[in-house]
């Protein structure tokens, strides 16, 4: 597809019909035509992510999969077919996990596509006729009426009383009034007021405009393309969690390598006997059940986030989110209410404030902090010229004020009802008898009425536009403006009011609304801020997290909020998107760090923004809700989507969904994400020790255990089978490290600072436990093999019966002793460096339900006969379950006099 670069929005209405050789009355047929094939299909072109095929082929080709996968054929090799089966079955499950959570991931280029209308009305050859919208071609003319949606990139030649609202795709949280003016060409994209945006909602008036982008040359398109060329970025629990099981294989392989060659050359064993010994070491050494520990500690902190109103699409960001180090959030409904909200009246030189935030009519008028009991003359005057001269109203619908209209005028009723005036009454008191509806080009409304039996025009508008047609003096004139500018420097959008006593209420007569008029006064609003929005970031900010508020509102609205929320200090300003633009990457980088406020941003400003702080090492979660901020939301380790207000299109990029659209939502999720991290480097600790237990002690049982003769065949003693080293991974381990999902938060976890992104998942401290526990693990498991083993055979000759009934008894307390260490070890896992006692020994009853649950599946897989011949395994006595406790409790006071010690 061709695209045109042109600056449109700085060229005249008849420039731009003249560079696109069209004119007011459309193109021809025959001329339309001939450009769908030059210019395309007003679509957006999507590219394929892969089928399911492909997505299942992505879990399989890992180091780890591969590996347990060539343990599985050697085993198929060697006719050992239950242990096949059971390996294999462990890379199902596990692909099965993953498959699933990437299955889920964002449709946003269907989603994009779907923001365009299916029709549009276009003229063609001067007739009005309705077409789809993959037909239209820049040149042809477009019609729109209000509640139509933008079907492609208009340059607006005819307008009236036209509102746009935008928020999708530049974050002005009011609808845009458009006309046929020509702005700068460096204006942004919030200020280009001649332009209709494909996508865009036309909420009041009509137009007709040309187009002058098509498809995936339009700024959809554009988002669309930044879209599809974002490229995800790993976690940092992914990244981590990759290098451990690269880590993992690779000392597999060189460790597997070593004993088959062992067992052949120095042992003599049968090459068969010695790739079973192998393949029990792979399938040890690989901590199988990991994935899914992961997976359910992670499901069990999105379910928590859920109940605190964060929607988790993305498992390994629920982690994410306690790496966070910098909050970039939108203004619009997450920092603020997205509700104009009344804050002040300036009438004859007084000040009255207002109270409350929303449409809800709950609040007070003050003045000099006096509450008033009664309304001023001067301030009841301009209340009902605020109610009159609207259309707008406030309804209570089951508990819930919404407005219907224009947010500003909703909000002139909001404020009306807390100075007890209710708009029914005064609209009947007082019926509108004509009126001339606000229009961008003369930015106000004009109304007529007869009030205390006299016509009058009530005006409503712009500050400059309403004092222009009052007759006010200098001095009047001079206090009004620094009353507007003080106000204005606090964020607040001024509308001026005014009336006049006209001698006809037939109808408002030309002339009358040109001046001659008496000013009532001032009012302010703004779109506040949350106040639960303001801790959180103080939380934030306690917790070593930046916080940036990146919106497309004009600059001065995002410096009031952002001193309003503690991110800006007074003598500091925000930077504005064009200021980006020329900027190099080391001085991108270097405004991202010292600017916490960012307005009249692009989508390309944001993903950039996004992409400097990752930069400098950075763990970014960005927010928003419209079209403009998916490119970013994927870009960002976590991207955050507003769920009231958020397109499609923003959630499917989004990793979490705010069900509230609150950003004290985001810190409750930091909270939640920093205890599941917490929680999972105690899973890991406690998974981990056990693989390199059960590692060792194979190796342990090839180069020092000794070969027996069973009726003259060399046998290697094998303290376990693959299949019960896989029970103890799949099923022992899983069912005891679930329970520390569920402990509670660390004490200190909100006052500490962000972990470093590439801060590896086992510090010093964590592997000198992991060889501790290991080795601990490794000396009861081989000592009471060798003991019961010989125990129950002697030294003489034995045969083949003989052999199997020992070896089954053996490995099964083998097998034991290692559960019940796993079982003291998880008691001391529960705080890695505090006493067992420190959480509170109830304070997690899932602890011992994960024990109680171990020991009845424990007890089945020795006495079930179905399981005995599954695993090969024996029933074993009271003595031996003695033995095997004493020998698994050791773990316990060993850990807990070194971590007396290290405290100490």
């Not at 699933?100 to 269907?110: D, L, P, S, V």
């Not at 404030?353 to 449409?359: H, W």
């Amino acid at each position: 597809m061709k695209c045109e670069p042109k600056v449109w929005h700085s060229l005249s209405v008849e420039e731009v019909l003249t560079a696109l050789d069209t004119e007011s009355a459309g193109l021809s047929k025959e001329e339309a035509s001939k450009r769908i094939l030059e210019y395309g299909a007003n679509e957006l072109v999507r590219k394929s992510a892969g089928g399911p095929w492909r997505m299942l082929w992505r879990q399989l080709n890992n180091p780890i999969g591969w590996l347990l996968i060539a343990a599985g054929f050697i085993s198929v090799l060697l006719n050992k077919h239950t242990d096949a089966a059971v390996v294999f079955g462990a890379v199902v499950i596990n692909s099965i996990i993953g498959f699933i959570q990437e299955y889920r991931a964002g449709k946003a280029i269907e989603e994009l596509a779907a923001m365009v209308p299916e029709s549009a009305t276009v003229i063609r050859s001067g007739l009005p006729v309705t077409v789809h919208t993959r037909e239209l071609v820049p040149g042809d003319v477009v019609t729109l009426q209000s509640g139509d949606k933008v079907p492609a990139d208009l340059r607006i030649i005819r307008a009236k009383n036209l509102l746009i609202e935008e928020a999708a795709l530049t974050g002005e949280s009011l609808p845009v009034a458009k006309n046929t003016e020509t702005t700068v060409p460096e204006a942004s994209l919030g200020d280009r007021f001649g332009i209709a945006y494909s996508g865009t909602l036309v909420i009041q008036g009509a137009a007709a405009g040309v187009v002058v982008n098509t498809g995936n040359c339009t700024e959809l398109g554009r988002i669309n393309e930044m879209l599809t060329q974002t490229v995800q970025v790993e976690t940092p629990l992914t990244r981590q969690l990759a290098r451990v099981t690269t880590g993992i294989t690779a000392a597999v392989l060189v460790v597997v390598a070593i004993l088959v060659g062992f067992g052949i050359w120095v042992k003599d064993a049968p090459v068969g006997e010695s790739l079973m010994v192998a393949v029990t070491l792979a399938v040890a050494a690989i901590p199988e059940g990991l994935p899914a520990v992961i997976t359910i500690a992670l499901a069990i902190g999105v379910r928590r986030m859920a109940s605190r109103n964060a929607v988790v699409r993305y498992l390994p960001a629920v982690e994410t989110l306690g790496a966070t180090t910098v909050i970039c959030s939108d203004k619009t409904g997450t920092l603020t209410r997205n509700e104009m909200t009344v804050q002040v009246a300036w009438v004859e030189g007084h000040e009255y404030r207002f109270s409350g935030v929303g449409y809800a009519p709950v609040g007070e008028v003050e003045h000099d902090g006096i509450r008033l009991t009664s309304l001023p003359p001067g301030l009841r005057g301009i209340l009902t010229t605020a109610i009159l001269c609207n259309d707008a109203a406030v309804r209570d619908e089951a508990g819930v004020w919404m407005p219907t209209g224009d947010p500003t005028e909703a909000a002139l009723v909001t404020a009306a009802r807390k100075g007890g005036l209710v708009e029914e009454e005064i609209r009947d008191r007082y019926p509108r008898l004509d009126v001339i509806p606000f229009e961008s080009e003369t930015k106000f409304m004009a109304t007529l009425h007869r009030i205390d039996g006299e016509a009058c025009v009530l005006l409503k508008g712009a500050p400059e536009t309403v004092l222009q047609r009052c007759m006010l003096s200098e001095a009047e004139a001079l206090r009004t403006s620094d009353a507007i500018e003080t106000y204005a420097r606090q964020g607040m959008r001024m509308i001026a009011f005014a009336r006049k006593r006209v001698t006809s209420a037939e109808g408002i007569l030309p002339g009358d609304e040109e001046g001659g008029f008496m000013f009532d006064g001032i009012i302010g609003m703004m779109d506040p801020p949350r106040t639960e929005a303001m801790d959180a970031i103080r939380v934030c900010h306690g917790a070593g997290i930046t916080v940036k508020m990146i919106t497309g509102d004009h600059p001065t609205t995002a410096e009031a909020i952002g001193r309003q929320l503690g991110l800006l200090a007074l003598e500091q300003k925000a930077m504005q998107g064009r200021e980006l633009e020329g900027l190099a990457d080391d001085q991108l980088r270097a405004a991202v760090m010292g600017t916490n406020v960012f307005a009249r941003v692009a989508p390309e400003h944001k993903l950039r923004l996004v992409q400097a702080l990752q930069e400098l090492r950075h763990v970014v979660a960005m927010t928003g809700d419209g079209v403009n901020d998916a490119p970013a939301l994927k870009r960002a380790d976590i991207g955050i989507a507003m769920g009231i207000t958020g397109t499609s299109v923003s959630k499917e990029a989004a990793k979490v969904v705010l069900m509230d659209d609150n950003f004290a939502s985001i810190a409750a999720a930091v909270e939640e994400g920093r205890r599941v991290y917490d929680n999972l480097i105690k899973s890991l600790a406690f998974v981990l020790p056990t693989n390199l237990a059960l590692a060792c002690i194979l190796s342990v049982a090839m180069f020092f255990f000794p070969t027996v003769t069973v009726e003259g065949v060399s046998i290697l003693l094998m303290a376990m089978s693959p299949t019960q080293i896989l029970w103890i991974n799949l099923v022992a381990s899983v069912t005891l490290s679930i329970p520390l999902a569920f402990e509670t938060l660390e004490p200190n976890a909100m006052l500490r600072s962000p972990r470093p992104a590439d801060e590896p998942v086992f510090s010093r401290f964590l592997l000198y436990r992991l060889l501790m526990v290991a080795a601990l693990m490794t000396a009861g498991g081989c000592g009471l093999f060798l003991w019961e083993y010989f125990r129950i055979l002697g030294t003489n000759p034995i045969s083949a019966a003989q052999h199997e009934f020992a070896l089954a008894e053996a490995q099964t307390i083998c097998v034991t002793v290692v559960t019940f260490s796993q079982i003291f070890y998880l008691l001391n896992c529960r705080s890695l460096r505090n006493s067992i006692f420190s959480q509170g020994i109830f304070s997690n009853p899932s602890i011992f339900a994960g024990i109680g649950v171990l020991l009845l599946l424990h007890a089945c897989f020795m006495y079930l006969p179905v399981l005995q011949n599954l695993f090969g395994s024996a029933a074993l006595d009271l003595r031996a379950w003695l033995v095997a406790i004493l020998a698994g409790a050791i773990v316990l006071p060993v850990i807990s006099v070194e971590k007396w010690i290290r405290k100490r």
